[in-house]
């Protein structure tokens, strides 16, 4: 009988990165950029913060909140009204 190969699903961006063994400055740089991309599109667009996470290849758009908290400690939501007033 033939054994299927499932695909490992991670959590995480950033579990995905630990799993390839990659250096803490390689992850924080993925890390800066895809925040980066993350505030131009919050910024300029009025996709959904889910919509936004999955676009960025998150599959939980929690993952895509933690880490945005973590790195500018405000909330996507939050730093998208700092452009409505």
């Known amino acids: 009988m033939k054994k ?4 490992q699903v991670f959590q995480s961006i950033s579990e995905l990165l630990r799993t390839l063994g990659l250096p803490k400055p390689m992850q ?3 890390h800066a950029k895809l925040i980066e991309k993350a505030k131009d599109i919050l ?3 009025n996709l959904s913060v889910a ?4 676009q960025l290849g ?4 929690q993952s895509f ?3 945005f908290k ?12 700092g452009f409505s007033n």
């Not at 299927?4 to 695909?7: I, L, M, V």
């Not at 998150?58 to 758009?61: A, G, M, R, V």
């Not at 973590?70 to 009204?81: C, F, G, Q, V």
């Open 58 to 61: 998150f599959d939980y758009p």
């Open 70 to 81: 973590s790195k500018t400690e405000i909330s996507p939501l939050e730093y998208r009204r």
């Open 51 to 54: 919509e936004i996470a999955y």
């Open 65 to 67: 909140n933690k880490l």
């Open 4 to 7: 299927e190969h499932h695909p």
């Open 28 to 30: 924080q740089h993925i």
């Open 43 to 45: 910024s300029t667009s």
